[in-house]
C-alpha cells in the first residue's frame, strides 16, 4: 500500500517552522538541559505539528496518521540538517 502523504499540511509545517527558526533560532529547537548538546526538543517539533493542524480549514478532514508522522519526520529532518551544519560551522 502506497503512504498517504498530506501535501497541504506538509506545506503548512514547513511554513510555520521557518516563522519560528527566524524568530526564535535553532537553539529554541534543542533541550537546554541534559548530557547531549545538540538534542532535539520532542516538544517544540510536536507544538509545530500542533500549530499546522489547528490552523486547518475546518472543512478538511483530520489527516491521517501516517500523514502526521511523515510531517514529524521530515521536520526532524530538517532539524537535524540544520544542527549538523551548525556544528560543522563552530568546528564540532
Known amino acids: ?22 524568530q526564535r533560532g535553532l537553539s ?3 533541550q537546554k538541559d541534559g548530557p547531549r548538546l545538540f538534542q532535539l526538543e520532542p516538544s517544540k517539533v510536536e507544538l509545530v505539528l500542533r500549530t499546522a493542524m489547528r490552523t486547518r480549514d475546518p472543512e478538511l478532514p483530520q ?18 540538517r540544520r544542527v549538523a551544519s551548525a556544528m560543522l560551522q563552530t568546528g564540532l
Request: glycine share 0%; proline share 2%.
Open 1 to 22: 500500500m502506497a503512504d498517504i502523504i498530506d501535501i497541504t499540511l506538509l506545506a503548512d509545517v514547513r511554513r510555520f517552522f521557518q516563522k519560528l527558526i527566524e
Open 28 to 30: 529554541y529547537f534543542l
Open 63 to 80: 489527516p491521517h496518521e501516517k500523514a502526521i508522522d511523515h510531517c514529524r519526520q521530515e521536520l526532524r529532518r530538517e532539524l537535524i
